[in-house]
C-alpha cells in the first residue's frame, strides 16, 4: 500500500507546517517570536527590493576558440571585453536539447532532440512562481503564446525546453509565458520586461544554421537595445551562452557534468566586474547561480560538488548572505543558520530563508542542546531565554522491549547507557555511541533494520533484544530461509517469482528467465504475496533508486535485478545491492542531501523531493518489508500440517 503510506506522509506534513505557520503567525503582538516573524518578513522585503535582473540569451553550435579571438564575432569579443568571461565554461552534453533541459531542470530526463517529448519533476519555473519571482521566456519565430507546434519557419522545438516540461506545457498560465520574440520589444518599451527571462534566437540568428557574423549582429542590436532601456541601469546581468559546442568537441569539466565541449559564456552588465574567471562551469553552474542569486534551493546536478557558482551571476552586492545559501527548508538537521537571532523551542532554531513559499517559510536547525541521556526524550521548560537549555530542562525516556524506562541518576559506565529495567537493574543501551547528524541517524537505522533482517532470514534470535556485540543464538523451530519457503504461497494465486510467461499478474518485470509479479500502479485488492516477491521487490526498488542517484542513469529499474527462484543466490545479491547504496549513501554531502532531484528514479517521486528525503524512504522500505517477511515466515512456520 504504498499510496496510502505517501497520502498519510503528505497528510502529517501539511499539518506539521499549518501548526508551524499558525504558531509564528499567531504569536503575541510584541513577543520575541511575532518580532522575530516581522524582522524575518522585513528582511525578506528588502532582499526582494534589491533582486537582479537575468536575462539569459542562447546561441548554439560553437566552440570557444570558434567565437573568443574570431573576427566573425567582433560584437561577442567586445561584450567579453566589458564584463566577465568565463574560460572553461562546457556544456553538457550533446545534441541540443538536453542542454536547455539541463539549464532548465538541472537533469537530463531527455537525451535527444525529440519532438513532442515531455519530462516531468521541478523546474526552475516551479521554484521562481513560488517565490513569485516574474519570469518569460521570448522565442524568436515562435507563432503565438504557448504554441505547441514542431517547428515554424527558422523557429524548432529543440531550443525551447519550455514546451517539454509537463510543468509548464500543462499549466496554461505558466505556459503563456512562452511567448514570439516579436513580444519582447514591446515588454521593453512598457517596463514590463521579468525579472528572469530567457532568449532563444531562431536558427538563423543563433549560429545553428546561419553564420556567426550574422548572429553577432543581431546580438549587437539585442542589446543595444537593452542598454539603451532604463531596465539596464537595474543591476541587469547578461548572460550569453552556447548550448553545445561542435559535435566533435568532447572536451569535459566537474567531474565529468560538462561533457558537451568547451563553450563561450559571457557575463555582462552595469555592475558586472570586467575581467576572466578561469573557475570550471557547466550549465548546471548555471542554473545554480540564477537559483542562489534569488535564495533557492538547487535543483539535481545543480547542488552537485562539483557544480560552482558564478560569481559574476549569483552575487548580490549589500544582499544578506543568509538567504544566499540555503538549500531545503525543512529538517536541515544539524546545518547551522546565518540568520538574525534564531530563536526556537525543543532543541531546535528557527530562521528565515528563501524557499517554496507557502510549503515552507522557515527551516529547522540545529542549536545548542542540553546534555541528556542517549535514548532520551527532550522536554524543554519554560524559559526566559531560549538559549537558557540546562540539564534541568532534559527528561530521558524510552521504550525498550516494551517497558517505560527513566534515566539512571548515576554516572554511567563506559559503554553504559544509564537505563535500568523495571527491578532496578542496569542495561546496557547499545545505542550509546550511535551518532545523532541527521545523516547518521538515517545510516544508524539502516544498519539495524539490516543486521535484524539478516539475523530473522538466517534463522538467528534478532539482535534488538541483545545487548551489542552479543552472539545471536539459532531461533527456535526456525532455520536459514529454504527454496521451499522463499517459493511458498500462503493463498492461491500469490505474487511471487515465477518463469517468464507463467506469470499470475499483469505485468511482470525483469530481464532474465525468472520474472516478479507486478502491475500498473497500485493493484487493487492489493494481492497476497510470497517471501520471494517481497524480497524481489525490495531488491529493485533500491537497485532503481542507485542506479538513478549514483549510476549512469540510463537502465530501467525493472530491468536490474536477475531474479532467481534460490533463496540463497537472491538473499546473496540482495545483501550486496543493500550494500552498495548504504556505502554510496555514507559519502553524500550535506549540500546533496538537501539537493531537490539528486535521484532520478523513474515512477517515484524522488526526482521532486530533497535526497534525504529518498535517503528516508529506503529506510522504511527496507523496515516494513522485513517486517512482512518476518510475518510471512511466522506463518509458514506454523502453517496446519495438512497443508504441509
Not at 364 to 383: E, I, K, L, Q, W
Request: glycine share 8%; proline share 9%.
Amino acid at each position: 500500500m504504498v499510496g496510502v503510506g505517501r497520502l498519510r506522509i503528505a497528510a502529517a506534513i501539511t499539518l506539521a507546517v499549518a501548526v508551524v505557520l499558525t504558531g509564528w503567525a499567531s504569536a503575541p503582538s510584541g513577543s520575541g517570536l511575532s518580532r522575530h516573524f516581522e524582522a524575518a518578513t522585513q528582511l525578506r522585503s528588502a532582499v526582494t527590493a534589491r533582486q537582479p535582473r537575468l536575462i539569459v540569451i542562447i546561441e548554439e553550435n560553437r566552440s570557444f576558440e570558434e567565437i573568443i579571438g574570431s573576427p566573425a564575432a567582433p560584437f561577442l569579443n567586445r561584450l567579453a571585453s566589458q564584463g566577465t568571461l568565463l574560460t572553461h565554461s562546457y556544456a553538457v552534453t550533446h545534441p541540443s536539447l538536453p542542454n536547455y533541459v539541463a539549464l532548465l531542470s538541472g537533469r537530463t530526463p531527455i537525451r535527444s532532440d525529440c519532438r513532442a517529448c515531455t519530462f516531468a519533476g521541478l523546474t526552475l519555473v516551479d521554484q521562481l512562481e513560488a517565490r513569485h519571482i516574474s519570469w518569460a521566456a521570448y522565442l524568436q519565430g515562435l507563432p503565438q503564446p504557448c504554441s505547441m507546434v514542431a517547428g515554424a519557419g527558422a523557429y524548432t522545438e529543440a531550443v525551447d525546453p519550455f514546451m517539454h516540461a509537463a510543468r509548464i506545457r500543462d499549466h496554461p498560465s505558466r505556459c503563456d509565458r512562452v511567448l514570439p520574440f516579436s513580444r519582447l520589444p514591446v515588454d521593453l518599451a512598457a517596463g514590463r520586461l521579468p525579472t528572469v527571462v530567457f532568449v532563444m534566437p531562431d536558427l538563423h540568428h543563433e549560429m545553428h544554421s546561419g553564420p556567426t557574423r550574422v548572429a553577432d549582429a543581431w546580438l549587437r542590436r539585442l542589446v543595444g537595445e537593452l542598454r539603451a532601456s532604463p531596465v539596464w541601469r537595474q543591476d541587469t546581468r547578461l548572460v550569453v551562452t552556447f548550448d553545445e559546442s561542435r559535435g566533435r568537441d568532447v572536451r569535459s569539466c566537474c567531474d565529468r557534468l560538462g561533457r558537451g565541449g568547451r563553450i563561450p559564456t559571457i557575463v555582462a552588465g552595469p555592475r558586472v566586474p570586467r575581467g576572466r574567471d578561469p573557475v570550471p562551469y557547466t550549465h548546471y553552474s548555471l542554473l545554480r547561480s540564477i537559483e542562489a542569486a534569488y535564495g533557492l534551493p538547487f535543483l539535481g546536478h545543480a547542488g552537485d560538488p562539483a557544480t560552482a557558482t558564478i560569481p559574476a551571476v549569483a552575487d548580490r552586492p549589500g544582499a544578506p548572505s543568509e538567504l544566499a545559501v540555503a538549500p531545503q527548508a525543512v529538517a536541515s538537521g544539524t546545518e547551522r543558520i546565518r540568520s538574525p537571532r534564531a530563536v526556537g523551542r525543543g532543541g531546535v532554531a528557527v530562521g528565515p530563508v528563501g524557499w517554496l513559499d507557502g510549503l515552507a517559510l522557515f527551516r529547522v536547525a540545529s542549536r545548542r542542546r542540553c546534555r541528556c541521556p542517549t535514548g532520551a526524550r527532550r522536554s524543554v521548560r519554560s524559559s526566559s531565554s531560549p538559549d537558557d537549555l540546562t540539564d534541568q530542562a532534559c527528561t530521558a525516556t524510552t521504550r525498550h522491549r516494551g517497558a517505560r524506562l527513566r534515566a539512571s541518576p548515576q554516572p554511567r559506565e563506559p559503554g553504559m547507557g544509564g537505563l535500568r529495567d523495571p527491578k532496578g537493574a542496569d542495561m546496557e543501551d547499545h545505542r550509546s555511541d550511535r551518532r545523532t547528524d541527521r545523516l547518521g541517524v538515517l545510516l544508524d537505522q539502516f544498519d539495524f533494520a539490516r543486521q535484524i533482517a539478516q539475523a530473522r532470514l538466517g534463522g538467528l534470535v534478532s539482535p534488538a533484544s541483545l545487548p551489542k556485540g552479543a552472539p545471536l543464538a539459532p531461533r527456535t523451530g526456525e532455520g536459514p530461509l529454504t527454496d521451499e519457503e522463499y517459493l511458498w504461497e500462503p493463498a492461491p494465486g500469490a505474487w511471487s517469482i515465477r518463469r517468464r510467461g507463467k506469470a499470475a499478474s499483469p505485468r511482470p518485470y525483469g530481464p532474465g528467465n525468472w520474472q516478479l509479479d507486478g502491475a500498473a500502479g497500485d493493484p487493487d485488492p492489493t494481492p497476497v504475496t510470497t517471501i520471494a516477491w517481497r524480497l524481489g521487490h525490495l531488491h529493485s526498488d533500491v537497485a532503481g533508486r542507485w542506479e538513478w542517484s549514483f549510476g549512469e542513469r540510463r537502465r530501467p529499474p525493472d530491468q536490474l535485478v536477475d531474479f532467481s527462484p534460490s533463496a540463497a543466490v537472491a538473499l546473496e545479491r540482495l545483501w550486496a545491492t543493500l550494500g552498495r547504496w548504504r556505502d554510496s549513501v555514507a559519502a553524500v554531502t550535506d549540500e546533496q542531501l538537501n539537493t531537490v532531484g539528486f535521484g532520478q528514479s523513474p515512477n517515484t517521486s524522488d526526482p521532486e523531493v530533497p535526497f534525504i528525503t529518498v535517503i528516508a524512504e529506503v529506510n522504511l522500505e527496507l523496515i516494513h518489508h522485513m517486517a512482512e517477511t518476518a510475518l510471512l515466515r511466522d506463518l509458514y512456520r506454523t502453517r496446519p500440517r495438512d497443508a504441509r
